[in-house]
């Protein structure tokens, strides 16, 4: 089946968005080729919380979506097979904000990575803002102390997204995304997202969508800037 593009959105303050259609989002319906594309909403990042998924149901709505539902996976109505089904049938699946770590620990507990995996490769198209975008590259960085810089180690994430990224991370100075590349091999590239932007990922051509994407990569010196993305 031929590669698919991949799309990873930052939302965050600061985003550039109006009360009209997401046009990042409406860019990812637009490729699908289906008119108000079936959305799977799977929001383990944040507890499947429902203010989150009514809010963001109404963004996906106005950018053209159809149905939006929600694939459980937290609480007590969450489990695997009460969300894959959800998926199965939806045209594109999307995966929300929230925390990184917790969102991996759900799928992780609940036994859908290797269902997601199969979803992908048979073709499913992804997308993800925020921490879902993040979730849908291939690792992330977490720190078994808050307090202890040494204490920072690297988790895998899904990888359908072959690429390192942090969004919206730009008042920090990409502070969690320069620590994720100092534990990786020269060589390795990262990409901050910028609030109100994205960027398409299909095998390893990134191009930068809606704004800037700035490009770090790690050298034998440390992780330095390069030249952005537009």
Same mark, same amino acid.
């Given at each position: ?62 950018? @053209? ?103 919206? @991370? ?19 590239? @990262? ?18 969508? @809606? ?20």
């Amino acid at each position: 089946m031929p590669e698919k593009p991949i799309t990873l959105i930052a939302g965050g303050p600061g985003a550039r968005r109006s009360r009209g259609p997401d046009p990042l989002i409406q860019r990812v319906f637009q490729s699908l080729g289906v008119e108000n594309p079936r959305v799977a909403y799977v929001g383990a990042a944040s507890g499947d919380n429902a203010a989150f998924l009514l809010l963001i149901s109404r963004i996906l709505k106005r950018a @053209g979506a159809g149905p939006v539902a929600l694939a459980p996976l937290c609480g007590r109505r969450g489990s695997l097979e009460r969300a894959l089904p959800v998926m199965e049938e939806a045209d594109v699946v999307f995966v929300s904000g929230g925390d990184v770590e917790a969102g991996m620990q759900v799928l992780q507990q609940k036994r859908v990575l290797p269902h997601l995996s199969r979803l992908f490769e048979s073709g499913k198209p992804f997308f993800g803002v925020s921490a879902g975008s993040i979730m849908l590259a291939r690792q992330w960085v977490r720190w078994r102390d808050p307090d202890d810089d040494s204490t920072a180690e690297v988790f895998p994430c899904l990888g359908f997204a072959p690429v390192l990224c942090d969004t919206h @991370g730009e008042e920090d100075g990409w502070a969690e995304l320069k620590a994720l590349l100092a534990l990786c091999p020269a060589g390795t590239t @990262g990409y901050g997202i910028v609030s109100g932007s994205a960027i398409t990922v299909k095998g390893r051509t990134v191009k930068a969508l @809606g704004g800037e994407v700035h490009v770090f990569r790690k050298g034998r010196g440390g992780v330095t800037q390069a030249e952005s993305l537009s």
